[in-house]
């Protein structure tokens, strides 16, 4: 992006319910793509452990719906693609830009790079030096090859981050609305275990096999790190990347009325209900 974007807004909204999560994504791309809001960087939690699906996965074929009762998780289907993650011990970021912003202009892939350089800065701030993945030579390409679960963090997609050939970070995107919305996790501490524990396979062999190749293609600051990392630590650290990545300020601010009020909506009727959950 040449010269310097108009300043984003930054929300730090902590820890809420996963309906509410994608609710509220949802309504500041909503509000952003119609001009109602600015650019907008969100970070925030989770109140609970949540297992979010991609827009195309099908929720009755990947993920154990009797499991997920037992363990206490919640279950949110994405309006963006990709596999299933498991939010607990991580910071999760959303970027909503409208349609005619130097983000959303770019082609789905530059827009990943763009982002990924400004995701890179953060993990910088917190001591560790990502790789941004394109893998497209033939090394690359086997050393990053799907193991072929259903878990979003089995494998980097392109121009996503890894560490030591280890998936930090997962993205997903989506033109919808007037503009652009991508989110992912930055993962502080991961949980392997918990979220094969509640995906689908076709035999007990078959799990431990896919968990122990995740295990080695995945991990979170704290496994590479060696250190624990508070949410609050890494929200510093990334509002201090995107302004460096994107090469913009950031002004700290809160959803408006007109959001929260959406996004309460879409919650309940949209993201909390099962036609949309198991709607594949």
């Known amino acids: 992006m040449n010269g310097r974007p108009r300043a984003f807004r930054l929300l730090d909204t902590g820890a809420r319910d996963a309906f509410f999560n994608m609710g509220l994504d949802e309504a500041i791309l909503m509000q952003v793509g119609a001009g109602e809001s600015p650019p907008t960087v969100r970070f925030y939690g989770w109140e609970r452990p949540t297992v979010s699906i991609g827009y195309f996965q099908r929720a009755r074929r990947d993920v154990d719906m009797g499991e997920i009762a037992r363990s206490g998780y919640r279950l949110v289907r994405r309006m963006t693609g990709g596999r299933a993650v498991l939010h607990d011990r991580e910071l999760t970021y959303s970027v909503a830009v409208p349609a005619g912003h130097p983000l959303a202009a770019s082609s789905v892939a530059e827009s990943y790079r763009a982002l990924s350089l400004a995701l890179q800065e953060g993990f910088r701030a917190l001591g560790l030096e990502a790789k941004i993945v394109s893998p497209a030579g033939p090394d690359e390409r086997a050393e990053f090859r799907p193991s072929g679960s259903a878990a979003c963090f089995d494998s980097p997609s392109r121009y996503e981050l890894a560490v030591n050939g280890r998936k930090i970070a997962g993205s997903a995107q989506v033109r919808a609305h007037g503009g652009m919305l991508q989110h992912g996790s930055l993962v502080l501490d991961l949980d392997a275990g918990g979220l094969f524990s509640v995906l689908l396979f076709r035999s007990p062999e078959e ?44 002004r700290m601010s809160a959803p408006t009325p007109a959001e929260v009020r959406l996004a309460s909506e879409l919650a309940v009727e949209k993201y909390a209900a099962d036609e949309w959950t198991h709607r594949r």
Request: aromatic share 10%; proline share 0%; glycine share 14%.
């Open 207 to 250: 799990r431990a096999r896919a968990l122990l190749a995740f295990a080695e293609r995945a991990a979170g600051v704290r496994q590479l790190g060696g250190r624990d990392v508070s949410y609050r630590e890494a929200a510093g650290a990334f509002a201090a990347g995107f302004a460096a990545g994107l090469r913009t300020d950031l």
